[in-house]
């Protein structure tokens, strides 16, 4: 299906072009629009309502802006699906804008898009009605904008901008973090009987006792348990005392403090 439509406008070519990049204006423009995603400055994820006669449906777009030269030409595509009603569209979109002598600026659009599925069965006089209904809608919103009015009965529309990840990814940061461990375990080779600052083990495992108490997040206190594990109780352990259980079994391992760094390595291994 293609559609051509011209809207003349009482605003210069510039003004007209940043509001129709402007995601705020947009969103209280188009009818329907639920949401947008601003993932960078020519790309956008968008939820828009539609309904054609007894079929509603939200779509999921996702538009990118392709070639464009300011203020006077852009070309936009994009594609949209709905699962709920088992439909699909495709869309490439054109925008004119003509300077005019009188200060006001001609805007023209040209848009084909493909509809499949349930709404694909409409016939062709249906979704141009429905698209001439929405064309009048817009030219009519961005009218108010542009006068510097409000836009009655317009819905709330959420509009949030994707925050960039990481140079490389989520691999190199984990790939850089990693390094920052190793310290830890060689500060604990080192001098066996100072606190670690090591991490805490996660305690789906077996549960754990140093010195007749049971290691757990909740005995975390006076340094950590980490800290008195390999310092001994108050420095003055001769040994590292080490019960496990896990149901009815009991494994007792006792450790001279002078291998605190070995018992601290076996112990993260058995507690992964």
């Known amino acids: 299906?293609?559609?051509?439509?011209?809207?003349?406008?009482?605003?210069?070519?510039?003004?007209?072009?940043?509001?129709?990049?402007?995601?705020?204006?947009?969103?209280?423009?188009?009818?329907?629009?639920?949401?947008?995603?601003?993932?960078?400055?020519?790309?956008?994820?968008?939820?828009?309502?539609?309904?054609?006669?007894?079929?509603?449906?939200?779509?999921?777009?996702?538009?990118?802006?392709?070639?464009?030269?300011?203020p006077e030409y852009l070309r936009a595509e994009g594609t949209g699906e709905d699962s709920s009603v088992a439909s699909s569209l495709k869309q490439q979109s054109e925008i004119f804008l003509t300077a005019l002598p009188d200060g006001q600026t001609?805007?023209?659009?040209?848009?084909?898009?493909?509809?499949?599925?349930?709404?694909?069965?409409?016939?062709?006089?249906?979704?141009?009605?429905?698209?001439?209904?929405?064309?009048?809608?817009?030219?009519?919103?961005?009218?108010?904008?542009?006068?510097?009015?409000?836009?009655?009965?317009?819905?709330?529309?959420t509009i949030t901008r994707k925050e960039p990840q990481a140079p490389g990814g989520p691999a190199e940061a984990a790939a850089q973090?990693?390094?920052?461990?190793?310290?830890?375990?060689?500060?604990?080779?080192?001098?066996?009987?100072?606190?670690?600052a090591a991490p805490e083990p996660a305690f789906a495992a077996p549960a754990a006792r140093v010195n007749g108490q049971e290691a757990s997040r909740a005995s975390v206190s006076d340094g950590g348990w980490w800290s008195r594990l390999l310092g001994g109780r108050g420095g003055s352990?001769?040994?590292?005392?080490?019960?496990l259980r896990r149901g009815d079994t009991a494994l007792t391992v006792d450790w001279p403090v002078e291998e605190a760094g070995k018992c601290a390595a076996w112990l993260r291994d058995v507690l992964k």
């Open 1 to 70: 299906m293609e559609i051509e439509k011209v809207l003349t406008v009482a605003a210069p070519a510039a003004k007209v072009w940043d509001m129709l990049l402007d995601p705020t204006v947009m969103a209280s423009c188009v009818p329907g629009m639920k949401s947008i995603e601003v993932v960078s400055d020519v790309e956008y994820n968008a939820v828009i309502h539609v309904k054609i006669s007894f079929i509603s449906a939200k779509f999921k777009l996702r538009t990118r802006i392709v070639e464009q030269r300011a």
């Open 106 to 157: 001609e805007l023209r659009t040209k848009v084909t898009v493909d509809v499949v599925g349930r709404l694909g069965t409409f016939g062709l006089s249906v979704m141009k009605t429905k698209a001439d209904r929405m064309w009048e809608e817009f030219s009519q919103n961005l009218a108010a904008r542009l006068a510097g009015g409000e836009i009655s009965g317009a819905d709330q529309v």
């Open 237 to 243: 352990g001769r040994s590292i005392h080490i019960e």
């Open 177 to 196: 973090a990693a390094p920052a461990r190793a310290p830890v375990r060689a500060a604990a080779a080192a001098s066996p009987a100072a606190p670690v």
